[in-house]
């Protein structure tokens, strides 16, 4: 249990289905994140929340849409996906305090498979 | 560009120590860290480094050199469960985390 809960763990999509990732963090932290991992390759951040406000975006294709309707809940909706877009999407949080170590939680992440 | 290099696996053996090495080159430096991913599981936080030299933690082990950019996380008794995956990743100026592809570790009887 690392504080950080994701639904679903797994999710099988066609490339014209809408569906959606949740997460949601109980450690008090005031950012999320989320990361895509593909096998092999490092983590590749998609979003931030800092306070509920999203500050970046690291030029993630339009089909994916992330809301964060407080500081506690994460969603990252899905839409048109593409084949290459399957893999595990990790879900993270952390409390950011400047110049500290901000050390980031994940959690146990959404297996994607887009058919 | 920023990179960080580590091995892509490493094999050992139960009982023994392995060294895991991560070279860096960074649009600055705010702190290194090491996380553990099991297959099929979170990363869990490991270690954290900011200043040179070594931090000990039980069985595990961080190292930073910040002039060679440069970082090892040593595991020393090297337990079954101790099979996984270990990422390394840096905070840059801006304060955003670059990462390794990460380390799967093998380890036999």
């Known amino acids: 249990e690392t504080g950080v809960t994701q639904t679903p763990r797994h999710l099988v999509m066609g490339m014209t289905n809408k569906k959606s990732l949740k997460c949601e963090q109980h450690?008090?932290?005031?950012?999320m994140y989320w990361y895509k991992q593909s096998a092999k390759k490092p983590l590749e951040l998609m979003f931030v929340?800092?306070?509920?406000?999203?500050?970046e975006n690291n030029s993630v294709p339009s089909r994916f849409s992330p809301e964060c309707p407080n500081s506690s809940h994460l969603f990252l909706h899905l839409h048109t996906l593409q084949p290459e877009d399957s893999a595990l999407y990790l879900c993270a949080s952390s409390q950011v305090i400047p110049g500290s170590g901000n050390t980031i939680y994940f959690g146990e992440g959404s297996w994607l498979t887009v058919v | 560009g920023q990179n960080i290099d580590q091995p892509t696996e490493m094999t050992a053996t139960e009982g023994a120590i392995v060294q895991i090495n991560c070279t860096y080159q960074t649009s600055g430096f705010n702190g290194l860290f090491w996380y553990q991913q099991h297959a099929g599981e979170a990363p869990t936080f490991l270690s954290y480094?900011?200043l040179d030299g070594l931090e000990e933690k039980g069985r595990f082990s961080s190292f930073l050199s910040r002039s060679k950019g440069y970082s090892y996380l040593l595991l020393k008794e090297l337990q079954m469960k101790d099979s996984a995956s270990y990422l390394c990743?840096?905070?840059?100026?801006?304060?955003?985390?670059?990462w390794g592809a990460g380390t799967k570790l093998i380890i036999k009887p």
């Open positions: 929340y800092s306070l509920e406000e999203r500050v």
């Open positions: 990743a840096v905070r840059d100026s801006n304060y955003q985390l670059i």
């Open positions: 480094n900011v």
């Open positions: 450690l008090g932290h005031n950012a």
